[in-house]
């Protein structure tokens, strides 16, 4: 077990997307059946909560000012110093009982986010969708479960994304100038006995991070789709990654305690937490939204 540090007195549903903000010094991440935006200074260990009206998926900080939330039917803005929330966009209202999950900004500032079934699985109702700095929002793929794993390669010629329920992690082709995907393949696959694939990070090697839900673990991918390394966490449940620090040699790891039973939680005093990590790797920038 790899040495952590936990950030105090959080225990989290569902966390997800986290992201660190050069500018703040902070990580911002969500938890989306308590819906909330957290956002931790390590600076002083303070951890500040905005309320959120529903379900939110995932977030990317804005080159406006404010951070884009992905909320249960559409995109908004959080204005951090009222917490006020301005809607931009409708998603996917035809399909009431979806909701977003993943989100991730590429290196032009558009935000790319999934859909997907608040609790049913088997009927693939989920899409991944792109946003743009004109504020306008295109289905791209369709067909989806559960939308994870969003990242690019440092050259922007490949965007990473995985189905959760199919346990399978994509790369696409990917034009950055046009924000377009080509050719898919297989990238990782996942058998039924060690977890799933769900949010992903990409190193300032190439290198992919992938936590393994229900597998308690972090993968660490070769670009040609090796895997590399594998660091046992102290949660089963890890749901996404992030570098951060001042020096991007920190790695966040956000978790999960939903469905764990009584028994369970006791064994897993850090189900839910959000620790840091030195796992000997540096991070990338995360890219704002442009819009």
Request: charged share 25%; proline share 5%.
């Amino acid at each position: 077990m790899i040495d952590f540090d936990c950030i105090p007195d959080v225990r989290q549903n569902l966390a997800e997307g986290p992201v660190w903000s050069a500018a703040e010094g902070a990580l911002y991440w969500v938890d989306i059946r308590r819906p909330a935006v957290h956002r931790y200074e390590p600076s002083g260990r303070v951890v500040t909560t905005w309320a959120m009206p529903n379900l939110v998926g995932s977030l990317a900080i804005r080159e406006k000012g404010g951070v884009l939330v992905a909320l249960k039917g559409r995109l908004a803005v959080l204005d951090p110093s009222s917490g006020q929330i301005e809607p931009l966009v409708s998603i996917d209202l035809e399909r009431p009982d979806n909701r977003c999950n993943d989100g991730k900004c590429d290196r032009r500032g558009r935000f790319w986010v999934g859909t997907m079934d608040n609790l049913k699985r088997g009927g693939g109702t989920g899409s991944l969708y792109c946003f743009n700095a004109q504020h306008e929002l295109s289905r791209v793929v369709e067909g989806i479960e559960i939308p994870n794993s969003l990242a690019w390669s440092p050259d922007d010629k490949t965007m990473y994304f995985a189905d959760t329920f199919r346990r399978q992690v994509y790369a696409y082709d990917f034009d950055l100038d046009r924000g377009r995907l080509g050719d898919r393949r297989t990238f990782a696959e996942f058998d039924v006995s060690g977890g799933a694939p769900d949010g992903s990070t990409v190193d300032a090697e190439g290198f992919l991070w992938t936590a393994v839900y229900r597998g308690g673990a972090l993968h660490r991918y070769a670009p040609d789709g090796r895997l590399d390394r594998v660091v046992k966490l102290p949660m089963s449940q890890p749901t996404s990654c992030a570098f951060g620090g001042v020096g991007l040699d920190v790695l966040y790891v956000t978790s999960a305690s939903q469905n764990l039973t009584a028994d369970e939680l006791v064994r897993e005093p850090y189900a839910g937490a959000i620790i840091a990590i030195n796992v000997g790797a540096k991070g990338l920038e995360e890219p704002q939204f442009a819009g």
